[in-house]
């Protein structure tokens, strides 16, 4: 079954860019999204189809996929985007008719 | 203003089985470009994607758990219910329900405040 690995975990200092990346064979094939979950709460879309914005997220979230890796880019990080973040992307076999949703492992952001 | 809410048992015992409802409002569960997604996140752990189910009743399941699992929808209700057999300690967990947009591919673009499930006898 498909697969997408990200890195359990990362710090970044404050006004800094901060790369997420979430890798998967041939991942540029397939959209890619990112949630953004604090502690203790229920995730929220930061990026869908690779590189768009929901309304209200903040331009400082950008995102990218080429290859088999995709990337969630946080420029200017600020205290408040310490969170997890999990990509997901969506994979269709031969044995499944629709597709079927797989997550990554997440990773956890440090601000500080 | 879309929202989903979870409801269920919070305790359930090894071998029951669980049936976990999913309420909406904001949209309907008849719109071709919507549909609804359960996920789970363990205690201290990753997201879990669980099943789907969309408004011409198209479903699909995890892999893993698919012999476990069955999905559907009562749209007069606004409803989506998801049961899960044969409950185990490891299925503890927060289970979520998720809206999906559709459009060229597909992204869960709102979460309930998901409902923690814990296994034990």
């Known amino acids: 079954s498909y697969e997408v690995t990200q890195p359990p975990s990362l710090s970044v200092s404050p006004g800094q860019t901060a790369s997420i990346t979430c890798s998967g064979t041939k991942l540029s094939e397939k959209f890619v999204c990112w949630y953004q979950q604090m502690p203790g709460q229920s995730p929220i879309l930061v990026i869908y189809q690779d590189d768009k914005r929901p309304s209200g997220i903040p331009e400082r979230f950008s995102a990218s996929n080429s290859g088999n890796t995709a990337t969630l880019t946080i420029s200017g990080t600020q205290a408040v985007d310490e969170a997890d973040y999990y990509c997901q992307a969506w994979d269709r076999t031969n044995r499944t008719i629709t597709a079927i949703a797989i997550f990554g492992g997440g990773t956890k952001l440090t601000v500080l | 203003q879309v929202t989903l809410k979870e409801s269920g048992p919070v305790l359930v015992k090894p071998t029951e089985t669980l049936t976990l409802t999913c309420t909406v409002s904001?949209?309907?569960?008849?719109?071709?470009?919507?549909?609804v997604s359960w996920i789970r996140q363990p205690p201290g752990k990753a997201l879990e994607w669980l099943a789907n189910i969309f408004s011409n009743d198209e479903k699909s399941y995890s892999t893993s758990l698919k012999s476990r699992l069955t999905i559907s929808k009562d749209t007069s209700k606004s409803q989506v219910v998801l049961t899960m057999t044969n409950m185990d300690p490891m299925d503890t967990a927060t289970y979520y329900c998720?809206?999906?947009?559709?459009?060229?591919?597909?992204?869960?673009?709102?979460w309930g405040q998901g409902t923690l499930v814990t296994v034990s006898s």
């Open positions: 904001g949209f309907s569960l008849t719109n071709a470009r919507m549909g």
């Open positions: 998720a809206r999906i947009r559709t459009f060229s591919s597909n992204w869960f673009d709102s």
